[in-house]
């Protein structure tokens, strides 16, 4: 998994509380991504990181928010749980831009209620 | 984001049969990525293509980056039970900047 660890592996949630999500690298990469991945549509980002405190939208970010404090943290909350909200999350690491070849952790897998 | 046609969207096969696998786009791509995903698991890179025309193969993986650049095939030869799982392709188009651009993917299952 390219030295990504995401936590929870699991989480089951009541709508309307907030989330968060963890992802940890040590490979000391520049570029973190989050994604959900829903049957039907495929992998989508949420947000992306290109730096420690630099972040931007993705095609799915309504809902949730995320920081990166350091380079091996990513967060990801969910401010109030939905149950659209209900996916399994990915993150991804990538070294640069320019082959942009993105390596993914094991996913956590969120259930809301 | 773009989006890549990728099919079939399933495929069940025999042991030792070859699987071919295409995505396609309306939109000229600069990098192709193939993956492929496990159950409960992350997705993997494959194979990566970034010239067009570009050949490259991994064991028994083959995977070309389409002349047109709108375009990309992944081949299995040879298939065996372990080949199981989802095959994702993914792409880069110039003025993306970070964003990859995924195919809903492909399920490939094998019976011995």
């Known amino acids: 998994d390219a030295g990504i660890t995401q936590s929870p592996r699991h989480k089951v949630t009541e709508t309307g509380t907030p989330v968060t999500l963890r992802c940890h690298q040590t490979e000391n990469h520049r570029y973190m991504y989050w994604y959900r991945q829903d049957p039907g549509h495929g992998l989508r980002l949420i947000h992306y990181s290109y730096g420690v405190k630099d972040t931007d939208k993705g095609e799915v970010s309504d809902g949730y928010s995320v920081s990166r404090s350091k380079t091996e943290d990513f967060l990801l909350t969910l401010e109030s749980a939905t149950s659209s909200q209900t996916s399994v999350y990915f993150c991804a690491i990538s070294e640069g831009l320019a082959k942009n070849i993105q390596y993914f952790g094991a996913g956590t897998r969120l259930s809301v209620l | 984001g773009q989006q890549l046609n990728q099919s079939p969207q399933s495929m069940f096969i025999q042991e030792g049969e070859d699987v071919s696998m295409n995505c396609t786009s309306s939109?000229?791509?600069?990098?192709w990525l193939w993956y492929k995903q496990d159950p409960g698991e992350g997705p993997v890179l494959l194979i990566a293509?970034?010239?067009?025309?570009e050949l490259t193969s991994n064991g028994r993986l083959t995977a070309q980056f389409g002349i047109t650049r709108k375009d990309s095939f992944l081949n299995i030869s040879a298939s065996i039970p372990s080949d199981v799982g989802i095959y994702f392709c993914a792409g880069q188009y110039s003025n993306s900047g970070y964003a990859l651009n995924f195919g809903k993917g492909t399920s490939l299952l094998v019976t011995p």
């Open positions: 939109s000229i791509f600069n990098t």
């Open positions: 293509l970034y010239k067009a025309g």
